[in-house]
């Protein structure tokens, strides 16, 4: 019984692995947390590949060879995320969509590096995975985390030319986070912040933060953190005659914050998400996974869907399937998208994805540059 | 020097409202030895009914003083009733209990309140009108803004009227007794329940009013806004020395500006070490608080 046990199994690798070896097939890895309690950012993913590549096989796949997908989970964590590179590296994979977080991206992303392999993700936002420079091989289609301060900072510094500027933060992560990010941008185009402070959420009101602003003589505002004390703050400011540009991120961006603070909303700027809502691919992308999988498509469903798109369509043009060719063809090709029209920059941030900015004109949110 | 004038107006108006809601914990703490922890959802209910009814008086084609005047004596009734209510409901079946059951039950019944208006109002922020308008002569003035004026004059106006009320007539002389001695006051014939209730409704009513204020002022409110005053005017009423109406509006005061210039001339991310590091020097120095009288325990 053993002997017929182990003989089946071997049976079964011989049968389950046999496709893999005996057709040509182009394999693209999908990697990412597909159990665990960080799933469901993981499998919308890994759905968004699989609609892709079974619309792309349907249509004759690519270079004439139909595409195969391998799917490994690495549950987010990194020491895991490092054995499913090694193992898709050694499975020969062309590409690999992934991974999911951003700790485990960084572990696997040497082992790529080192096998030349070309890897794309969805989700993972660390600055420093494109930044540092250290991962040519890394390409994403979503905003880095200082994506939204950069904005900021160059709408402030180019299109409004802001001498003096006073950044206040909420203290919270996402506040402080985007502050600090905003400073750093600020002091490298040569606009040292005059003020660099934290409020405590919820206070009574803000009128010393206020007064302070205004005896810095800052003529613009850039506060990080939500709208109710965003409203607090510009509605103090407005009624102490203040002249200040208020420019916020997408924690304000909410028309909760023109409801609140009304008639004081008018003029102020906030960065927030590109409206990809009337993107008729994004709308088509949705309408499939409902179909598919018969439920609403979860988190980062769209910038994967994207992903996958590129990297076929960049295999396509480059002809093959070698990481150097392919590249190339990321970085000089704008790809139709569910996300827009994008392309990707020397470090492998995508380009036309992310933020926009918004300013409330007549108690409306209106786009006002990307 | 203009700059310091700001800063202490912007005090001194922030630590008004502290003190208008300071009055209340230190009253009701003087005469049934009670932390009512639920102070600051009345401070909070006093706001929400005066932006209701505010919004149906200006439907009505009323504005201006007269919009303040009423949605602030609507508010101030219907906070006073809730104080009154809210006494009888948690805090007298309790009294004979031990000193930390009305305290849980005055918890219970601010997670209640706040929970309350959370499902029968809205989580949501809401945009409250400015009642206070724009003095024409104040036009040209910088350092303090109309509203703060107001809040300033209306907290001294208050103030004054209580001390007249708890020095001059019979029922403040009643609650003088009972905060001394309430057994002994009991025996003299003083009506304690009546005395309490009305400590409740007077509370309650400065509350609301303080509620009503800063609402107009900062132009927002939601059900969580009487938390974190409740708990800076509690600190108040302790820093002054709790028991103390005079101790109360002077920590209140004192409060305000700790915040405030600590702020202005060293940075908001230490407004909240300040303003508590004085707590705790002013309590290490005085540990009754600054007005504070340190009595013995009655026996």
Known sequence: MKIMNSFLTVLVMVL??????????????????????????????????????????????????????????????????????????????????????????????????????????????????????VYPNFFRTISPDDAQAMLQVEFAVNTLKVKKVAIVHDKGDYGKGLAEFAKGFFGKKGVPPVLFEGITPGAVDYSA?????????????????YHPEAAKIISTMKKKKMKAVFISDDGVRDDTFIKVAGKYAEGVYATGPIDTSKNAMAIEAIEKHKKTYAS?????YLNAYAAAICLLEAIEKAGSTDSEAISKALRGTWFDTPLGKISFDERGDALGIGFAMYQVVKGRYAEVGK | MEYFLELFFGGLTRGSIYALLALGYTMVYGIIQLINFAHGEIYMIGAFTALIAASALSMLGLD???????????????????????????????????????????????????????????????????????????????????????IISVTALSTALLTIFIKFTGI???????????????????????????????????????????????????????????????????????????????????????????????????????????????LICKPSGILGRSSAEKV
């Open chain 1, 16 to 133: 389950s692995a046999a496709p893999v070896f005996a057709l040509d097939t182009i394999k693209l890895g999908v990697a990412g947390a597909h159990t665990g309690d960080l799933a469901s950012y993981g499998i919308p993913s890994l759905n968004a590949a699989r609609l892709v590549v079974a619309d792309r096989n349907a249509k004759g796949g690519i270079l004439g060879k139909q595409v195969d997908i391998l799917a490994e989970d690495d549950v987010c964590k990194p020491e895991v995320a490092a054995n499913v590179a090694t193992k898709l590296v050694s499975q020969d994979v062309a590409l690999v969509l992934g991974h999911i977080c951003s700790g485990a991206t960084k572990a696997a992303l040497t082992l790529y590096k080192d096998a030349g392999k070309i890897i794309m993700s969805s989700s993972a936002t660390n600055v420093e995975l494109t930044k540092s420079g």
């Open chain 1, 209 to 225: 933060i206020v007064q302070k602003i205004k005896s810095s003589g800052a003529d613009a505002v850039v506060y990080g953190g």
């Open chain 1, 296 to 300: 609403d498509p979860g988190a980062f």
């Open chain 2, 64 to 150: 201006g003083w007269s919009l303040l005047a009423i949605a602030g004596l609507a508010a101030v009734i219907y906070s006073a009733a809730y104080g009154f209510t809210l006494e009888k409901i948690a805090y007298k079946p309790l009294r004979k209990a031990p000193r930390l059951s009305p305290l849980i039950s005055a918890i219970g019944m601010s997670i209640f309140l706040q929970n309350y208006v959370l499902l029968a109002q809205t989580s949501d922020f809401l945009s409250f009108p400015a009642l206070i308008d724009e003095f024409p002569f104040m036009e040209d003035v910088t350092i303090i803004r109309s509203s703060e004026l107001v």
């Open chain 2, 172 to 282: 403040g002389k009643a609650m003088r007794a009972v905060a001394q001695d309430r057994i002994m006051a009991m025996l003299l014939g003083v009506k304690v329940d009546r005395v309490i209730s009305v400590t409740f409704i007077i509370g309650s009513a400065l509350a609301a009013v303080g509620g009503v204020l800063i609402s107009s002022h900062v132009g927002q409110i939601n059900f969580y806004i009487g938390f974190i005053a409740g708990i800076k005017a509690f600190t108040a009423a302790v820093l002054g020395g709790i028991g103390s109406l005079p101790g109360a509006v002077l920590g209140g005061l004192v409060l305000g500006w700790t915040e405030s210039f600590a702020t202005g001339y060293v940075s908001s991310d230490y407004e909240d070490v300040f303003a508590f590091g004085l707590l705790v020097f002013i």
